[in-house]
């Protein structure tokens, strides 16, 4: 069975572009989690989504946002991007709402410059 | 709040060895859970196990166990028989609670590079 695949896998931007990053899930589960990377941050959650509305939200700006289809893939969003956004960006699907049936896709690796 | 620490940046270990890799955590919460996650170069975050409070037997799978210690607060992974792909960063991980009262996401500890000499 496919696993969590995320799309581009490398993503090279300029400051004050917007940046779309997608996530489609395991066939038949319904939640996407998104996750940020930095090495002084370290892993923080960014939000998730179950059945296309937004359950969960972590303490990032609005530049931030997400949304998820009818068929639970997932895309996020940044918009003007800074360079301290420059990250591993994981995503994360369960087929239910709990983190116990996570499955991690390979992420995508932005840079902005 | 919650909070995961691992203290060991890095570590080294020779193939074929055990090693342990450190985690402690604070949580309020009476019921709550550990995970360990394997991550390699490539960047996916891999499963490697998990840890019930209320689990009696510390849990195992295959070469890796969990040491697990209520009363200090701990939940150290221990890797036996060290391979050379075993060679990554290794987070530990508690679900963490929303508004809901369920589970909805990970925090996550700083992690610890690990490296398997031949």
């Known amino acids: 069975k496919a696993g969590v695949t995320q799309t581009p896998r490398y993503l090279i931007k300029t400051r004050g572009q917007q940046v779309t990053l997608s996530c489609s899930p395991i066939?038949?589960?319904?939640?996407v989690s998104w996750y940020q990377q930095t090495p002084g941050q370290g892993l923080q959650f960014l939000f998730e989504y179950f059945s296309e509305t937004q359950r969960n939200k972590g303490n990032f700006p609005g530049r931030f946002s997400g949304r998820q289809f009818s068929n639970s893939r997932s895309e996020m969003n940044v918009s003007t991007l800074e360079l301290g956004d420059s990250a591993l960006y994981l995503c994360?699907?369960?087929?239910?709402?709990?983190?116990?049936?996570?499955?991690f896709g390979s992420g995508t690796r932005l840079t902005v410059v | 709040a919650q909070k995961i620490t691992q203290t060991q940046p890095g570590m080294f270990v020779q193939e074929k060895e055990a090693v342990t890799l450190d985690c402690t955590y604070d949580t309020s919460d009476q019921s709550y859970g550990l995970f360990w996650y394997k991550q390699p170069s490539s960047g996916e975050m891999i499963f490697l196990i998990y840890q019930g409070s209320y689990d009696e037997q510390n849990a195992t799978e295959g070469r890796y166990s969990l040491n697990f210690q209520k009363a200090r607060k701990s939940a150290n992974l221990v890797i036996s028989a060290s391979q050379l792909g075993d060679s990554a960063m290794y987070f530990c991980?508690?679900?963490?609670?929303?508004?809901?009262?369920?589970?909805?996401?990970?925090?996550f500890g700083s992690g610890t590079q690990l490296t398997v000499l031949p």
């Open positions: 991980a508690m679900p963490r609670r929303g508004i809901s009262g369920s589970a909805r996401q990970l925090t």
């Open positions: 066939s038949g589960h319904r939640s």
């Open positions: 994360a699907s369960s087929y239910n709402d709990r983190v116990y049936g996570y499955t």
